[in-house]
């Protein structure tokens, strides 16, 4: 979530002159992949003050940029407990639900982080992910177009998009989508390990057509 500047209200208002500097320092510094000091700046506040909302996200932000995926969930349930409404705090506790593959829990997650933060490509795309694997295929497939109508480069995008096509035996569409994030990023691992499964499914599914 470090590329998308935070538009949520509430508790900003209240907050002194001081620490909206503060916060405004953690997010340049995010922004920049210094997260271990951005955490540094959010911790000190969040010392001072254990009910701000705003500190225990970016603890909870900077700390899923770090792969440090328990420090992540406890910040964002702080972030939740201060406001349930919170979409950075709710969209980390759906990535963590995603990687223990508890797709119902992710789903409610993304959802209202999705509510808090419309139109956010990467949020609609985990959001589709998480419906797809929960078993609403055609939610799943839709939100996903909906996430690469908002950012069309986006190679992480593709790929979630052409791993869904494969797994609905769309080969054609799943293809053309690689052959895409490809010329993106040739060098990206993922990229290419689906563009070869996608060849090779393609061609079987091609020769079972023909014996057929």
């Given at each position: 979530m470090q590329q998308q500047k935070r538009k949520q209200a509430g508790s900003k208002n209240s907050l002194s002159a001081r620490v909206m500097r503060e916060l405004a320092k953690s997010e340049e510094l995010k922004l920049a992949g210094e997260h271990e000091k951005a955490l540094e700046v959010v911790q000190n506040i969040l010392m001072e003050n254990p009910a701000c909302t705003e500190a225990a996200e970016e603890v909870a932000d900077n700390f899923l940029s770090l792969d440090n995926i328990e420090a992540a969930e406890k910040a964002a349930r702080h972030a939740?407990?201060?406001?349930?409404?919170?979409?950075?705090?709710?969209?980390?506790?759906?990535?963590?639900?995603?990687?223990?593959?508890?797709?119902?829990?992710?789903?409610?997650?993304?959802?209202?982080?999705n509510a808090g933060q419309p139109n956010n490509p990467e949020i609609l795309r985990c959001l589709g992910w998480a419906l797809f694997h929960k078993g609403d295929?055609?939610?799943?497939?839709?939100?996903?177009?909906?996430a690469l109508s908002l950012r069309s480069d986006d190679t992480a995008i593709l790929c979630d998009l052409a791993a869904c096509y494969l797994q609905t035996s769309m080969f054609g569409k799943s293809l053309r989508l690689l052959e895409k994030a490809m010329r993106i990023d040739p060098t990206d691992m993922r990229v290419q390990e689906l563009f070869d499964v996608a060849n090779r499914l393609q061609e079987a599914f091609t020769k079972e057509i023909k014996r057929a």
């Open positions: 939740v407990s201060l406001n349930p409404k919170s979409y950075i705090g709710n969209f980390v506790l759906g990535f963590v639900a995603s990687e223990k593959e508890q797709w119902p829990v992710a789903v409610r997650h993304f959802t209202i982080s295929q055609p939610a799943g497939i839709a939100t996903l177009q909906r």
